[in-house]
C-alpha cells in the first residue's frame, strides 16, 4: 500500500503537466530566441518516436533528452548523428560517454550546424552583389551523471552556445538537469528535465561597425566618426520536458516501448509528443510517433523510423533512420550511428 502511494505521488504531477498541455494557449514567442539549432534532436531513434524521449534511460541517444540518462551509462559509447536539415542545412552531432566506474559517468558532445554560401543580396542589387556570406552555429556540452539508486538517477550538463553570421558572432551559457525514476526494470519510467537555463547573448563583430556623423547641422566637424551598433539581448530557449514511458514484453523475440511526452518552453506554446518503438529479438526495430501536439501554428506532424543493433566481437553497434513530417516545409530524415564497448 505504502509503494502505491508512494508511485501515485510521483505520477502526479506528470499527468497534470500532460494535462494543462492541451488547453494550453499562451503566446508564441518563435524566432525571438538566441541558440534555437540546440532544440534540434540529435537522435535518430527517438526522433522516429516523436522525440519522446525523457523518461527512456537506453543508450547515448537518451541524453539529449535528459542528462539524468548519463548515469545509466556503464560502458565507453560514442554517437554520431547527420541531419539533412530544412532548406539544405547541415546539421551534426557527436556524442560521448565516459565511465568514472563508482563516481558515475562523463559526457561530452560537440553539435554543429551551418548553412553554407549564401548569396548577399540587397534591394539595389537583388540578383546578388557577387558577395557570400554564411551562417554558422556550434554548441560544446560536458555532462555527469550519477545512478543514485537501483530505480533513481540524476544528471548535469553544462554548455557553451555561439552563432556566427558572417562577421559577427555572439555566446552563451547554459545548463541542463535531469531526472529519472524507474518503477521497475520492465515497469514504467517517469522523467523530467529543465533543459537551456542560462544566460543572455547579444552580437558584436565587425560588421556592426559604422561611421557617423555625430551633428549633421554642423560644417568642418569630422562626419566619419567610428561607432558600433548595439544589439538587443536575446535570451536562450528555455525547455521544460516531463514524460512517462512503458515497456511491454510479447514472448521472448518481441519488446514494444510506448512514451509519452509534455513540453512547456519559454519560446512556445505547449505541446504534446509521443511515440512508440517495436524491437524483434534486440536487432530489428520500426517506429512512428507524432511531434508537438497542439503546438500553436505548427508545422510538425508524424515521424517514422527504422533501426538495426548488433555486435561484433567486443563491441556492439547500432544504426538509427528516422524521417519527419514538416508539412510545407517538406520532411527531414536524420542518419546516427553509434559504437559500445
Do not use: C
Given at each position: 500500500?505504502?509503494?502505491?502511494?508512494?508511485?501515485?505521488?510521483?505520477?502526479?504531477?506528470?499527468?497534470?503537466?500532460?494535462?494543462?498541455?492541451?488547453?494550453?494557449?499562451?503566446?508564441?514567442?518563435?524566432?525571438?530566441?538566441?541558440?534555437?539549432?540546440?532544440?534540434?534532436?540529435?537522435?535518430?531513434?527517438?526522433?522516429?518516436?516523436?522525440?519522446?524521449?525523457?523518461?527512456?534511460?537506453?543508450?547515448?541517444?537518451?541524453?539529449?533528452?535528459?542528462?539524468?540518462?548519463?548515469?545509466?551509462?556503464?560502458?565507453?559509447?560514442?554517437?554520431?548523428?547527420?541531419?539533412?536539415?530544412?532548406?539544405?542545412?547541415?546539421?551534426?552531432?557527436?556524442?560521448?560517454?565516459?565511465?568514472?566506474?563508482?563516481?558515475?559517468?562523463?559526457?561530452?558532445?560537440?553539435?554543429?550546424?551551418?548553412?553554407?554560401?549564401?548569396?548577399?543580396?540587397?534591394?539595389?542589387?537583388?540578383?546578388?552583389?557577387?558577395?557570400?556570406?554564411?551562417?554558422?552555429?556550434?554548441?560544446?556540452?560536458?555532462?555527469?551523471?550519477?545512478?543514485?539508486?537501483?530505480?533513481?538517477?540524476?544528471?548535469?550538463?553544462?554548455?557553451?552556445?555561439?552563432?556566427?553570421?558572417?562577421?559577427?558572432?555572439?555566446?552563451?551559457?547554459?545548463?541542463?538537469?535531469?531526472?529519472?525514476?524507474?518503477?521497475?526494470?520492465?515497469?514504467?519510467?517517469?522523467?523530467?528535465?529543465?533543459?537551456?537555463?542560462?544566460?543572455?547573448?547579444?552580437?558584436?563583430?565587425?560588421?556592426?561597425?559604422?561611421?557617423?556623423?555625430?551633428?549633421?547641422?554642423?560644417?568642418?566637424?569630422?562626419?566619419?566618426?567610428?561607432?558600433?551598433?548595439?544589439?538587443?539581448?536575446?535570451?536562450v530557449p528555455v525547455l521544460f520536458r516531463v514524460g512517462v514511458a512503458q515497456p511491454f514484453k510479447f514472448g521472448q523475440d518481441v519488446k514494444l516501448w510506448t512514451a509519452l511526452d509534455a513540453y512547456h518552453p519559454?519560446?512556445?506554446?505547449?505541446?504534446?509528443?509521443?511515440?512508440?518503438?517495436?524491437?524483434?529479438?534486440?536487432?530489428?526495430?520500426?517506429?512512428?510517433?507524432?511531434?508537438?501536439?497542439?503546438?500553436?501554428?505548427?508545422?510538425?506532424?508524424?515521424?517514422?523510423?527504422a533501426g538495426f543493433h548488433g555486435r561484433l566481437e567486443n563491441f556492439d553497434f547500432r544504426a538509427d533512420y528516422a524521417w519527419a513530417d514538416h508539412r510545407r516545409l517538406e520532411g527531414t530524415h536524420r542518419f546516427?550511428?553509434?559504437?559500445?564497448?
Amino acid at each position: 500500500m505504502t509503494a502505491r502511494i508512494r508511485l501515485r505521488g510521483a505520477l502526479a504531477p506528470v499527468l497534470l503537466a500532460l494535462l494543462a498541455a492541451a488547453p494550453a494557449h499562451a503566446q508564441t514567442k518563435t524566432g525571438t530566441t538566441f541558440g534555437a539549432f540546440t532544440m534540434i534532436e540529435p537522435g535518430a531513434r527517438w526522433a522516429g518516436m516523436g522525440n519522446a524521449g525523457v523518461s527512456i534511460a537506453d543508450g547515448l541517444q537518451s541524453v539529449y533528452f535528459n542528462p539524468a540518462a548519463i548515469g545509466h551509462l556503464e560502458n565507453w559509447e560514442f554517437q554520431f548523428s547527420h541531419a539533412a536539415w530544412l532548406a539544405d542545412i547541415r546539421y551534426d552531432y557527436v556524442g560521448a560517454a565516459i565511465p568514472l566506474g563508482s563516481w558515475g559517468t562523463g559526457f561530452a558532445s560537440v553539435t554543429s550546424l551551418g548553412s553554407g554560401d549564401i548569396d548577399v543580396r540587397t534591394v539595389a542589387q537583388p540578383l546578388g552583389t557577387g558577395e557570400r556570406y554564411s551562417v554558422s552555429d556550434v554548441a560544446i556540452g560536458l555532462g555527469y551523471g550519477k545512478q543514485i539508486s537501483a530505480r533513481f538517477a540524476a544528471g548535469l550538463r553544462i554548455n557553451w552556445l555561439q552563432e556566427t553570421i558572417w562577421n559577427s558572432s555572439a555566446s552563451a551559457f547554459t545548463f541542463d538537469i535531469g531526472t529519472l525514476y524507474r518503477v521497475s526494470p520492465d515497469g514504467l519510467h517517469i522523467g523530467a528535465s529543465l533543459i537551456n537555463f542560462g544566460t543572455d547573448a547579444n552580437f558584436g563583430g565587425r560588421d556592426l561597425n559604422i561611421t557617423y556623423d555625430q551633428d549633421p547641422t554642423r560644417y568642418g566637424d569630422n562626419g566619419t566618426l567610428p561607432g558600433e551598433k548595439a544589439t538587443g539581448d536575446y535570451p536562450v530557449p528555455v525547455l521544460f520536458r516531463v514524460g512517462v514511458a512503458q515497456p511491454f514484453k510479447f514472448g521472448q523475440d518481441v519488446k514494444l516501448w510506448t512514451a509519452l511526452d509534455a513540453y512547456h518552453p519559454s519560446d512556445n506554446t505547449e505541446s504534446v509528443s509521443g511515440g512508440a518503438e517495436a524491437v524483434w529479438r534486440n536487432a530489428f526495430a520500426l517506429r512512428a510517433g507524432y511531434q508537438n501536439l497542439f503546438l500553436q501554428d505548427s508545422d510538425l506532424g508524424m515521424t517514422l523510423g527504422a533501426g538495426f543493433h548488433g555486435r561484433l566481437e567486443n563491441f556492439d553497434f547500432r544504426a538509427d533512420y528516422a524521417w519527419a513530417d514538416h508539412r510545407r516545409l517538406e520532411g527531414t530524415h536524420r542518419f546516427t550511428l553509434g559504437v559500445t564497448f
